[in-house]
């Protein structure tokens, strides 16, 4: 499952030519176009050793009579130092569906061949062969379809004189898109591959590719530039699926600002009455895992001071409440177990939006820590909005002005529970499972971090919640998270412009949580 070096990339590739590596599996081919390159350039090249059938036997990929012909003979070559081995010397270790061949521009890039599951009859070739650059500048491309052909063509231009370094330009590209819109969109099987899909994982489909070489565009969605925090240490992380078919690439996102939007799942109509039907069954299945409290009725939700959108209804009037093993209960419904358990200290509650603009939800502690996941309330429209996550002590939120978005409401965030609760009941001790997939509900969580801005930045927007913001305080910083990965961290603090030693004087939420607004104190703090 990674991303945000900016722009369109450019490919890598040692191939020549738009057709280079397309033709069959051919090992014998490959086999003397190597033999040619080791008498053309003496004592440049050198060809490593082969391997015995039965040391490729055990090996745990299945190994094609074509790829077979040429490891027979040699399991790599070296040019001027540079080292491509066709086997797992020293590393008989298989994942993420490739086999590494060989490191280009001095570690900064890897070139990698796809290596198929299932018997060996099965395939021709291995394949595809690419060239994957993950640090710097963001570059990929898929050089060949098939190892041998491949290996033809690089052997064939290097006895020719060529440096294994010189790499034209790809002259074709297509795009990598959201896993989420694979996920939901026509084609089974490349859905099949992505699962559910992740907001912060893209896919490239390396099936009828128009040529090769061929780029994939694509940018990680971390972003190391424009003053990212000082902790950045990002990563992408690749796999092939399919037997080759697509490369998927996670951005793991640690320490650096998001750096450009994602695609979210996109919620159902019919998101209340899923959550309720789920987490009825999950108490049923496993009631040492689920407890559920009873419901209220409307009459009751009438008679609070906010008022109750009929989605919010369908879920309480068939749940109260939700225990689950290892996280802190949610508690739906107002009353004296409720109120004492959510109670924060009067400055905390003014700083968080005081009364009628949130719900609490859930106590969550960490250490000697604690936080309110709380559901946003639109005074003014009554729509019940995002969940957050906001720490309760009162000087550690002033001085250090943060939170986690945990989802875009209330039914999409017990959706989401009730998932990690049917993935933890399958595993050996679930209260343990539960609180480590669910450990974002406490702020600086490790997630990636959404990016706030000045709101003077938004000045002269078209859009009307971010053009309403930008009349507050000097210093005021948001962000807008309708295209945020849930869960997400807002770090206020940790934005470059935020106030030197800025101070909160108080969160807004506009849009019942569509944005978050952190506005420091200064002496012409206005009130909203």
Not at 235 to 260: I, K, M, P, T, W
């Amino acid at each position: 499952m990674a991303d945000d070096g900016q722009g369109a990339v450019r490919g890598t590739t040692v191939i020549a030519g738009a057709e280079a590596g397309a033709a069959p599996a051919d090992g014998h081919a490959a086999l003397a176009a190597l033999r040619a390159l080791a008498d053309a350039r003496p004592g440049e090249v050198v060809l490593l050793d082969g391997f015995r059938d039965a040391d490729v036997d055990a090996w745990p990929v299945p190994v094609p009579e074509a790829v077979r012909t040429v490891l027979r003979e040699t399991g790599g070559l070296e040019v001027d130092g540079e080292r491509f081995e066709f086997g797992p010397r020293g590393t008989p270790h298989f994942t993420d569906g490739y086999w590494t061949i060989g490191e280009l521009d001095v570690g900064e890039g890897s070139l990698i061949v796809g290596v198929p599951e299932g018997e060996a009859a099965d395939h021709a070739d291995w394949g595809p062969v690419l060239a994957v650059h993950t640090w710097g500048e963001q570059e990929i491309t898929v050089e060949a379809p098939g190892f041998t052909g491949w290996l033809t063509d690089l052997a064939t231009r290097l006895a020719d004189g060529a440096d294994p370094d010189d790499r034209p330009e790809p002259p074709f590209f297509v795009p990598a898109r959201p896993t989420v819109e694979a996920a939901e969109g026509p084609d089974a099987e490349l859905a099949a591959l992505v699962g559910r899909g992740d907001s912060l994982t893209d896919v490239a489909d390396l099936r009828d590719l128009p040529g090769y070489p061929c780029g994939i565009g694509w940018e990680p969605y971390f972003s190391t530039l424009f003053n990212t925090a000082d902790t950045g240490s990002s990563e992408v992380q690749y796999r092939l699926a399919g037997n080759g078919r697509a490369l998927l690439l996670r951005s793991v996102v640690s320490g650096d600002f998001l750096g450009r939007p994602v695609r979210r799942h996109a919620v159902p109509a019919d998101a209340a009455s899923r959550a309720v039907r789920e987490l009825r069954s999950l108490a049923v299945e496993f009631p040492e895992v689920v407890r559920l409290d009873e419901g209220c009725t409307d009459a009751a939700m009438d008679a609070w001071e906010v008022p109750v959108p009929e989605e919010i209804r369908t879920v309480l009037r068939a749940i109260g409440g939700v225990r689950m093993a290892g996280l802190a209960p949610l508690r739906l419904l107002p009353g004296a177990e409720a109120d004492e358990a959510h109670a924060v200290d009067p400055e905390t509650h003014r700083m968080m939006g005081g009364d009628g603009s949130y719900r609490p939800l859930a106590r969550v502690d960490y250490a000697r820590s604690s936080a309110l996941a709380q559901v946003r309330v639109d005074q003014e429209s009554g729509a019940w909005g995002a969940v957050v996550s906001v720490p309760t002590d009162p000087g550690q939120l002033r001085t250090y002005p943060e939170l986690t978005f945990l989802a875009e409401s209330l039914p999409v965030f017990l959706l989401t529970l009730a998932r990690l609760a049917r993935r933890a009941a399958a595993s050996a001790d679930a209260a343990r499972h539960l609180a480590q997939a669910a450990h974002w509900m406490f702020p600086n969580s490790g997630e990636a971090w959404t990016r706030p801005v000045p709101v003077a930045e938004w000045a002269g927007s078209g859009d009307p919640l971010r053009a309403a913001v930008t009349t507050l305080a000097e210093g005021a910083h948001a962000a807008d998270l309708r295209d945020s990965p849930t869960p997400s961290d807002l770090c206020f603090h940790r934005a470059a412009r935020w106030p030197r030693r800025g101070l909160l004087d108080r969160l807004y939420f506009p849009g019942a949580g569509l944005l978050a607004v952190a506005v420091p104190v200064t002496p012409r703090s206005p009130g909203v």
